[in-house]
């Protein structure tokens, strides 16, 4: 087998055998590797990664010598170095070594003693190929760090094996099976699909590139496509007969609504070829309008629902050029009270979209996507109760599509057809940990013992929760956990209502993120400024509403502290909520649903909070050290 040729399309910086790597000349085993990375990332290494190359080469090689004499079998066995995971510019584990049949993932670090944030690295770049990688299916997939300044022996944590120098030959001797005669077909693994599930502005942006998204396996499994297909079949059905008709799509927080949305509205403009079967994506959650547009560089496809109702609202005589309105939170629209206010006049917002889908020619649809349990702002605790008043106020004559569990809500429509392909009940964020949001419920409703045993499993599965309340230590760990990964997002996340916070650099305060610039925030790379990787600025529940992170860092305010075995709130001094401490819990409800690949909680270190710090440690968070 012979080392890398020089081609733009190898999606590493250099593979081969260990008697090839052995016998490469290091000076071109480092221009290799300079020019992959250089292709990769638009820029040159830095000459701490230069040194970290050189590092881990020494350590290699001497391995590598002993190894071949305590087992010549090994001869065979592949080196990738600095594989480049499709889509996900910037994660490259620094070494995969194809050994027989099994894929040892080894990330090298300078340090003597091994991190958390280095051990979930290389954890995650394991899970990602064991789970979304083609070559990697149904294949032992090991996680090992070595800590290139340690003299220790080997040793396992977290599900990580640590390799140091001195036992690293040893280790990996022993780690694969001496009777293992497979041998992975070198090509065939470098060119395998990767198939990882893309943040929801990576697929919006995806999509409306006209670029169609992966084949990823987990979106199929949750039953996005049939939801989708669901929506054209009830709109063509619409259409073809002049019918109105409301249908609401339902799901756990991260199940992919706002995705079935964008796909739902891309396939009306760009697959239907017909301006009466145009679509407008909706929402109430400026956050999310300016992120999506700004990742879109469009505000064609997604629009301000509140600015949509002031132009085309019952007060209004224009009508729209959509016959088609997806809103997005459907269940957060404000009710006459909430709208009076904003708006001036006091008509629900539901009321509002039926009447105008009355007065359009022909044929009207609304596709409500419902989320659950995450009403945050006062005005919206009717939720879906307003959508059935406002059927019968104007008149009856809608069909209404929902779940089967929703049946019952629809007294006034002309018809209910249930289906439940509208209920997409897996949560995408987390990627495989399903359990999170039955975490986050039992932890809210006070049932620690049960949430630790479900943060257990949650943990088995590659989503990790921890817990400080140290918030440099928080900073540090997502730091080093992602550096170098352009791709990855991790950010501060408060409740607006805490104020306990602002003295640890959590600057909660209303006037201050009423103008945080949700776009650059989510969407521009680690380095800007404007990044929510800089950790300077704060989102609180409504930045964070519908978009996602990688790894949230949440900051858990006095406006939710566990006291006497139950959660408490103070009283608010003046508001308009029927509940306000249900607010609250959705509040945090929201905050601890944004992860992709974990979250971290700071409880600030002050007496007030430590019973609420012992009862997240309680449910199962593990105190980051």
Known sequence: MTSTPKSSAVPCGWHGTIPVFLATDAADWLASLFEHHTRCMLEPPSSSQHSAWINSAAVLRSALTTLLRLRPETAHWTLIFEYELPRERGRRPDVVLLAGGS?????????????????????????????????????????????????ATSSERDGVRIMPPVALAGALAVTVDATDDIVLDLQSWLYADYAPLPSLVAAARTIFQHEPLPQIRRAQSAGIAETVAQLVQIVSHAEARSERHLALVTGVPGAGKTLVGLQFVYHTHFEQGSGRRAAVFLSGNRPLVQVLQYALGSKAFVQDVHGF????????????????????????????????????????EPEDFLHLGQGMPGWAAVVGLIGEGQEIHVGEEEGLQLWNDAIAATGGAWTVHCPTKLESFFTHAAQVRSSDDLDLTTSLRSHLAEDVQHWVAQLLRGELPAAAATAAQIRDQGFHLYVTQDLRRAAKYVHLRYRGQQEKRYGLLASSKARNLARYGVNNDYEVTKNLPAGPWY?????????????????????????????PL??????????????????????????????????????????????????????????????LTSAGLTVLR
């Not at 003693?113 to 090991?142: C, E, F, I, K, M």
């Not at 989102?539 to 519908?546: C, L, S, Y």
């Not at 002050?606 to 012992?614: D, K, L, R, V």
């Open 103 to 151: 894929i040892l993932v080894l990330e090298f670090k300078d340090f003597a003693t091994p991190l958390q944030a280095h051990l979930d690295q290389v954890a995650a770049y394991a899970r990602d190929l064991r789970h979304y990688h083609a070559g990697s299916h149904n294949r032992l997939v090991l996680p090992v760090l070595v800590p290139t300044l340690s003299e």
């Open 554 to 615: 949440i900051s858990w305010g006095d406006d939710l502290r566990w006291v006497s075995g139950k959660w408490v709130s103070p009283q608010p001094f003046q508001t308009k909520a029927r509940d306000p401490h249900q607010l609250r819990l959705n509040s945090y409800r929201v905050l601890l649903s944004r992860g992709r690949d974990g979250l971290l909680v700071f409880v600030p270190p002050t007496a007030p909070m430590e019973t609420t710090f012992g009862a």
């Open 523 to 551: 969407h521009d790379p680690p380095a800007s400024p404007r990044s929510c990787c800089q950790l300077r600025s704060v989102a609180t529940e409504f930045a964070a509403q519908g978009l996602e992170l990688d790894f």
């Open 309 to 348: 109702l002031r132009q085309y609202g019952v007060t209004q005589d224009r009508r729209p050029a959509e016959h088609i309105w997806v809103y997005d939170e459907a269940q957060r629209a404000f009710d006459a009270a909430q709208a009076g206010e904003k708006r001036a006049h006091h008509v629900s």
